[in-house]
Each structure stands twice: as C-alpha cells, then as structure tokens.
C-alpha cells in the first residue's frame, strides 16, 4: 500500500503503527506489536467505520439470515468457509450481542465485524 505523507502531517492511524521518520530513508522495517496498535484497531474511529462498511456488505450480500451472514463473512475477511463449530458460536455470539447489549441486530453485525478484523488470522500472514 502507498498513500502520499506529507512530512508536517502525520496521519494518527500511521503513528500508532510505528510509521517510519519521513525525514531519512527506511530500508528496513521491524515487526513491532504494541498495546495502542490493538486499542487503535478495537476502538479507533477508521476501524469502526471499516467494520460498518463490512456489515453494510454482509447485509447485501448475504441477507437477514445470520448464518449466511456469518458464511460470507468468513469468506471476505478470512478466505475460508467457517467450521461448523465456529459457524454456530458466532451465529449464537451474535444473537448474544443483540439480546444482552441491547443491540440491533445491524449494530451487533457491525461489533461482530470489528471483532473479525481483529483476529491473528486477518491481521498477520503466516
């Protein structure tokens, strides 16, 4: 990915990820994991609004039905076709999100998206 970086201006989201010194040159960059780069995927706005994005997409593709929801989802952000134990947790994890937070079910589908683009498996290639 390439974006233009303008020196005086960093971007916040680059800044948790430790974006490299735009004033000398990189030629190597080092894994680095902290805890802002987590707080900054669970609760930063760009995220949330990629997660909403995300259920708006699950909603057209794949319906009301969470099932399908949870298939497709699996799919998108994972490249694989969910387990049937997987499938039914996160199915009953949704109905959860809606009956104890008091969520709609768009908004719980949104916080489930969330969760899935947090996971190792999104997040880091093998």
Do not use: H, W
């Not at 497709?72 to 076709?81: G, N, P, Q, T």
């Not at 499938?87 to 969760?115: H, I, K």
């Amino acid at each position: 990915l390439y974006i233009k970086v303008k020196r005086s201006l960093q971007t916040p989201i680059l800044m948790a990820f430790d974006l490299a010194d735009t004033d000398q040159t990189c030629p190597v960059r080092f894994t680095t994991t902290q805890p802002t780069q987590a707080l900054t995927l669970l609760q930063g706005d760009f995220a949330r609004e990629m997660a909403a994005a995300f259920a708006e997409r699950l909603l057209r593709e794949a319906g009301d039905d969470p099932g399908s929801q949870v298939r497709a989802a699996y799919r998108i952000a994972l490249a694989r076709e969910p387990t049937p134990g997987e499938r039914a947790g996160d199915v009953a994890f949704l109905a959860e999100l809606s009956a104890a937070e008091g969520l709609t079910p768009e908004q719980a589908l949104s916080d489930y998206c969330l969760m899935l683009l947090n996971l190792n498996e999104f997040a880091y290639l093998d």
